[in-house]
Nanobody, 127 residues
């Protein structure tokens, strides 16, 4: 059973940067498409970014495009989310998620299509 653990969240001022990490254990995610989601209080969970198993395909929400970068290191079984130019509206709990190995890079924005989830890491951006 794959377990995902996020880290790197915290408090940052507007305009600042953070890098989130998602480390997998209990199995490899090297062949899994993965995504970062976020959920702000009172709002639905939404996609931030997704990446195919080999990093060849990525997808970003409109709000993340140009500011965030998703990447992965399969040798470390880890996925990253580099966030820059952070704004107060980016404040949320950020979740890492993985699909089963060899799943196609489709419906990546739909949370229900993911099989494994981390516990989340809080990102707070002050104005």
């Amino acid at each position: 059973q794959v377990q995902l653990v996020e880290s790197g969240g915290g408090l940052v001022q507007a305009g600042g940067s953070l890098r989130l990490s998602c480390a997998a254990s209990g199995g490899t995610v090297s062949y899994s498409s993965m995504g970062w989601f976020r959920q702000a209080p009172g709002k639905e969970r939404e996609i931030v970014a997704a990446i195919s198993w080999n990093g060849g395909s990525t997808d970003y929400s409109d709000s993340a495009k140009g500011r965030f970068t998703i990447s992965r290191d399969n040798a470390k079984n880890t996925v990253y989310l580099q966030m820059s130019s952070l704004q107060p509206e980016d404040t949320a709990v950020y979740y890492c998620a993985a699909k089963r190995p060899w799943s196609t890079f489709q419906a990546m924005r739909v949370a229900a299509t993911y099989d494994y989830w981390g516990q989340g890491t809080q990102v707070t951006v002050s104005s």
